[in-house]
């Protein structure tokens, strides 16, 4: 049982055993935060349109400065067709290639594919559509 200095009785709370820690660290050793942008979100939708998310494509950091195109559990390859994202275990070197790339090439492909996407049968122009008539009342 860990005991406070000034009541040796009384037990130290955990919050009171994280502060102590925490003030035993000299500030020095403490690495300065880094921020990493991890995932871009591309979409011909509204960001804040009923159906933006399920039209979404997202590229994704994969590590060692590559990045993939996501859409929902497929990714997209360099020649445009989408294909099953396997376990990482499963992946051969030649299937990377195909489908990793460099930030700028994973944001122009995505940009691509974003008008191209399907739900349920409707475009991305369909769905706009369908949301400005939904918009405008009828005359």
């Not at 991890?38 to 804040?48: A, I, L, M």
């Not at 993939?68 to 275990?89: F, I, N």
Request: net charge negative; hydrophobic share 35%; with cysteine.
């Amino acid at each position: 049982m860990t005991t406070t200095p000034d009541q040796p009785g009384r037990a130290m709370t955990m919050r009171e055993i994280r502060q102590q820690l925490s003030h035993n660290v000299p500030p020095t050793s403490i690495p300065e935060p880094t921020v990493q942008v991890t995932r871009y979100t591309v979409n011909c939708s509204p960001e804040d349109g009923i159906d933006s998310h399920v039209f979404e494509i997202a590229v994704e950091y994969r590590g060692r400065g590559l990045w993939a195109v996501k859409r929902h559990s497929q990714c997209l390859a360099a020649d445009g067709t989408w294909d099953y994202e396997m376990r990482p275990s499963e992946r051969e070197d030649d299937w990377l290639d195909a489908h990793r790339f460099d930030l700028d090439t994973a944001l122009r492909l995505a940009k691509e594919a974003a008008p191209k996407v399907t739900v349920n049968g409707f475009t991305v122009a369909d769905a706009l559509r369908m949301a400005q008539q939904r918009e405008t009342p009828a005359s």
